[in-house]
C-alpha cells in the first residue's frame, strides 16, 4: 500500500517545495489581479490606441501556452542578458499568463454595469477613472469574484510549471524525490494532497468573500 | 446662458436632432415635451455633452461645449442631471451618494460635504433616510436623493430627463414637488417630461419637439390652450384625452 514514511524521510525538501509553490502563486495573484484590472479597463476606455494594447495582450498572452511564457523568462531573456531565477521566471510567466484571463472576468464585469452608473458620476463631474475606481470597479468585484476564484485555482495548480525551469516548487522536489527512491505513485499522491490543501482554503474563502459581498447592499 | 445655434446631431444615417436654436435664460424653466423618439432626451443630454453634436454651436455662459478643447469636467460640474432611472450607486448610502462629488471634484472636506448633504436630504423631504442604500428606498425617495445629489455640487443648471417617468403613480407627486420648489426658488431647470400638468404650472415656456425639430416654442398657458401646430394639437388630444 501507500509508504508515506517518505513524507518523514523527505520532510524538508517537501516544506520547501510547499512553501515556494505557496510565495509564488500568492505573489502571482496580486500581481495577475492588478493587471488583470489595469489592463480589463484599458480594454474598454474610449481611447482608441489603449484598447489596441489591451486587445493585443489578452488575446497574445491567454492563447499561447503558459509553459512557452515561462520559458521565454527563463530561457529567453537571458539572450539579451536579463537572467531570473526559475522562481522568478515562473512567477512572471504565471502572473502574465493568468491576468490575460482575469482581464477578460473583469472586463464583463464592468460591462454588466448598467450605463447610467458612468452617465450619473461623469455628469456630476468626475473624470473617468475616478468612476472607474469609485462607482464602476467596486460594483464589478462582486460580479467577478466567481469567474476570478476559478483563475486563481487554476493559477495555484499551473504554478507546477515552475517544475520545468527548476523552480523548486511542490512538483520539482516531488520529481527529484521520485527519482531519488523510484518511489513515483506514493510522492505523487502526497503531492496531490498537499496541492489540495492550499486549493480547497482558497475555494472556501472565495466562496465566504463571495456570499459576504452579496449581503452588502 | 444655454445657448444651441444651428445644432445638428445624426446617428449614422438618422438625423436625430435638426437645426436646432434655442436659447435658455438664466432662472428660466423650459419643460420639453414631445412624442417619444422625438429627441427630446438626445437635445437635453447634449448640454452636458452626455451625447455630441454633429455641428453647429452650443454654449453655455462662455464655454464651448461642442469644443473638443473645453474641459467638460469642470463644464459639469455647474450642471447637475437627475435621470429616469434615478441612477444611484447602489453600493453607497443615500448619503455618501450625495457627498461622493463634493468631495472628489470640489475637494470639499468631508465634514463639509456631509454638512450640505444632510441639509440637501432635509431639503427633499428624507432627512432620516442618510445611512439608507438605494435598496432601501422607494422610487420616489430614490429620486428625491438623486435631486438632492444633484444640488449638492450647487448647480448652476437641473436638467431633468423624465424624472418621473419610471415612478408608481403615487410617488409622482412628492418628486414634482421638490422640483416645484426649485423652480420657484429660481434655479435654471431644463425638464424633459410627460407631466403636463407640470409643465403648464411650472413651466416659464414650452419647447414642442418631433422628428429632431422644435415645432413651437411657446408660453404654457398658450401652448396647451390654444397650440399653433397641427402636430402639437395631436400629440395633446392623445395624451390630455385618455
Not at chain 1, 123 to 147: C, D, E, F, H, W
Not at chain 1, 162 to 179: C, H, K, R
Request: charged share 20%; net charge neutral.
Amino acid at each position: 500500500m501507500l509508504d508515506f514514511s517518505i513524507l518523514i524521510d523527505y520532510s524538508d525538501m517537501l516544506w520547501d517545495g510547499f512553501k515556494v509553490t505557496i510565495v509564488a502563486s500568492l505573489i502571482a495573484l496580486v500581481a495577475s489581479f492588478i493587471i488583470g484590472t489595469v489592463v480589463a479597463v484599458m480594454r474598454i476606455t474610449p481611447i482608441a490606441p489603449l484598447r489596441w494594447v489591451g486587445t493585443a495582450y489578452v488575446e497574445f498572452f491567454r492563447n499561447i501556452p503558459l509553459v512557452v511564457i515561462a520559458f521565454f523568462f527563463f530561457i529567453g531573456t537571458p539572450a539579451i542578458g536579463i537572467r531570473f531565477s526559475g522562481i522568478t521566471a515562473g512567477t512572471i510567466a504565471l502572473s502574465i499568463y493568468t491576468s490575460a484571463f482575469i482581464a477578460e472576468a473583469v472586463r464583463s464585469g464592468i460591462l454588466s454595469i448598467p450605463k447610467g452608473q458612468m452617465e450619473a458620476a461623469r455628469s456630476s463631474g468626475l473624470n473617468y477613472m475616478q468612476t472607474m475606481r469609485m462607482i464602476i470597479l467596486p460594483q464589478a468585484i462582486k460580479i467577478v469574484i466567481p469567474p476570478i476564484g476559478n483563475q486563481f485555482i487554476n493559477l495555484v495548480k499551473n504554478s507546477s510549471i515552475l517544475a520545468l525551469i527548476s523552480g523548486a516548487d511542490l512538483m520539482y522536489q516531488a520529481d527529484l524525490i521520485s527519482a531519488k527512491t523510484f518511489i513515483v505513485f506514493d510522492v505523487y499522491i502526497l503531492v496531490a494532497l498537499l496541492y489540495l490543501i492550499i486549493t480547497i482554503p482558497l475555494s472556501v474563502g472565495l466562496r465566504y468573500i463571495e456570499s459576504r459581498l452579496a449581503n452588502t447592499y | 446662458m444655454i445657448s444651441f445655434n444651428n445644432v445638428n446631431k445624426y446617428y449614422g444615417d438618422f438625423h436625430v436632432l435638426k437645426n436646432i436654436n434655442l436659447m435658455i435664460n438664466k432662472g428660466e424653466v423650459v419643460v420639453i415635451i414631445g412624442p417619444s423618439g422625438s429627441g427630446k432626451s438626445t437635445l437635453l443630454r447634449c448640454i452636458n455633452r452626455l451625447e455630441t453634436i454633429s455641428d453647429g454651436s452650443l454654449t453655455i455662459g462662455d464655454k464651448a461645449i461642442h469644443d473638443k478643447n473645453t474641459d467638460i469636467n469642470k463644464v459639469r460640474q455647474r450642471i447637475g442631471m437627475v435621470f429616469q432611472q434615478f441612477n444611484l450607486y447602489p453600493h453607497k448610502t443615500a448619503l455618501e451618494n450625495i457627498t461622493l462629488a463634493p468631495m472628489n471634484v470640489l475637494k470639499k472636506s468631508k465634514e463639509e460635504a456631509k454638512e450640505t448633504a444632510e441639509f440637501y436630504l432635509g431639503k427633499v423631504g428624507i432627512p432620516n433616510k442618510a445611512s439608507s442604500y438605494p435598496s432601501q428606498l422607494s422610487g420616489g425617495q430614490q429620486q428625491r436623493v438623486a435631486i438632492a445629489r444633484a444640488l449638492a455640487m450647487k448647480p448652476e443648471i437641473l436638467l431633468f430627463d423624465e424624472p418621473t417617468s419610471a415612478l408608481d403613480p403615487e410617488m409622482v407627486g412628492e418628486v414634482l414637488d421638490v422640483m416645484k420648489t426649485l423652480a420657484k426658488e429660481g434655479m435654471t431647470m431644463v425638464v424633459v417630461t410627460h407631466e403636463m400638468g407640470f409643465a403648464k404650472e411650472v413651466g416659464d415656456r414650452i419647447i414642442f419637439i418631433d422628428e429632431g425639430q422644435i415645432l413651437e416654442v411657446a408660453d404654457p398657458v398658450e401652448f396647451f390652450e390654444n397650440p399653433q401646430e397641427d402636430r402639437a394639437k395631436l400629440f395633446l388630444s392623445r395624451i390630455l384625452n385618455h
